[in-house]
């Protein structure tokens, strides 16, 4: 008999359960006939791409052929400009998610442990188990981050600790005077892995901007992406900044050219493109109260969200409730992974797809 693959793999890859994205509007017309599809389940930028990204775009096809800047000069030295950092603080990546695994590629293995969330974004575990670590999951208080549990849960093995904030899938945050105490507590010895990428569309007053404090805390990495409120999904492109030291240990773990050109490109212009970013935020804004308002209406309880997106409690059926949404032709993301079987996530969408969805929501419900 020829020798399994499985029997050969690392055992924290044969635990892997891969990861499952939203489903893509393509499948849906393929397997039920269904066109004019909203998807609202990949916490996606419905605005569309800037149109300066797009002029941008076009003109970085003249250089094809050529290799993408393996270090990302100019685009490090432009974060770093807005940051108030240093470039040798910026590490950038194929998506925030590239970082994420970097970390763990970079500190941990076999007999090391990562802590997180119970309701954590579920790359934080596919990384850690596929380094061959441990997960230590802390029960969540009131659907966010328990921070005191998370410290108590520390011991001598924890190499990594990773807090988002706001939270995906939850909306829920915690602030600045909250995130200091929680620095304070965590050995120095541990890194924290602070998630910011929904940062951008955080309004409230006391919200942290964990790049603040990289100066007081060496053990620190902050997480951004472009795949949100700049709406460059599709090009998969994000940071990360922390200390020098954390950050030259990254680059000696990343692939060469992990980021390509286009994206780079894209990202200069999308951070100068700082009414695009405007327009998106007011346009969440609007959707989220819409969304909020027909909950209500509907007698649903919901989780009250800072991000993009907002997950409601449609009951037991959550899955049987997903499932009449896409043959009505509305993607959302079902989050009983995340151990909330009764709630559905819903990515915050222009004002007609918000209505779509409600629409189909509602003559669901009262069938039911």
């Known amino acids: 008999m020829a020798t399994n693959p499985f029997d050969l793999a690392n055992e924290g890859i044969r635990n892997l359960s891969p990861y499952v994205p939203g489903k893509a509007v393509e499948d849906l017309e393929r397997e039920l006939g269904i066109a004019n599809i909203v998807k609202l389940a990949s916490n996606e930028n419905p605005l569309g791409p800037s149109a300066k990204v797009l002029e941008t775009l076009a003109a970085a096809g003249a250089n094809l052929t050529r290799y993408p800047d393996g270090n990302g000069f100019r685009l490090k030295n ?11 603080n910026i590490t950038l990546g194929n998506g925030s998610n590239e970082i994420l695994e ?14 997180m969330s119970e309701h954590a974004f579920a790359v934080y575990p596919l990384v850690t188990v596929s380094a061959g670590a441990t997960v230590v999951s802390v029960p969540a208080r009131q659907w966010s981050h328990d921070l005191d549990a998370m410290v108590d849960a520390v011991t001598e093995n924890t190499r990594l600790v990773f807090i988002a904030n706001p939270n995906n899938p939850t909306g829920t945050w915690f602030s600045r005077g909250e995130l200091r105490a929680f620095m304070k507590a965590i050995p120095e010895q541990v890194i924290v892995v602070l998630d910011e990428a ?29 795949s949100k409120i700049y709406g460059l999904a ?3 492109i994000g940071y990360s900044a922390s200390s020098d030291a954390i950050a030259e240990l990254l680059n000696r773990a990343r692939q060469p050219f992990n980021v390509n050109a286009f994206a780079q490109e894209a990202a200069l212009t999308a951070l100068d493109d700082t009414e695009y970013v405007s327009r998106s935020r007011n346009l969440n804004n609007i959707g989220l109260q819409q969304l909020e308002e027909a909950f209500d209406d509907m007698g649903l309880n919901y989780i009250d969200s800072v991000g993009n997106f907002i997950c409601v409690d449609v009951g037991p059926d959550a899955m049987g409730v997903y499932d009449g ?4 032709g509305v993607i959302v993301r079902p989050v009983g992974n995340y151990n ?3 709630h559905l996530r819903i990515t915050v969408g222009t004002e007609a797809e918000n209505t ?3 629409d189909a929501l509602t003559a669901l419900l009262a069938t039911s």
């Open 78 to 88: 432009k974060l770093a400009q807005l940051l108030k950092l240093e470039p040798q």
């Open 102 to 115: 970097l970390l763990a590629r970079t500190f941990l293995s076999p007999g090391a442990e990562a802590i």
């Open 198 to 226: 929904y940062f951008e569309y955080v309004e409230q007053e006391n919200y942290p901007d964990g790049i603040k404090l990289l100066a007081e805390y060496d053990n620190l990495v902050v997480t951004r992406t472009f």
């Open 234 to 236: 599709a090009l998969r």
């Open 325 to 328: 949404l896409l043959r009505a």
């Open 340 to 342: 909330m079987p009764n």
């Open 356 to 358: 779509t969805f409600i």
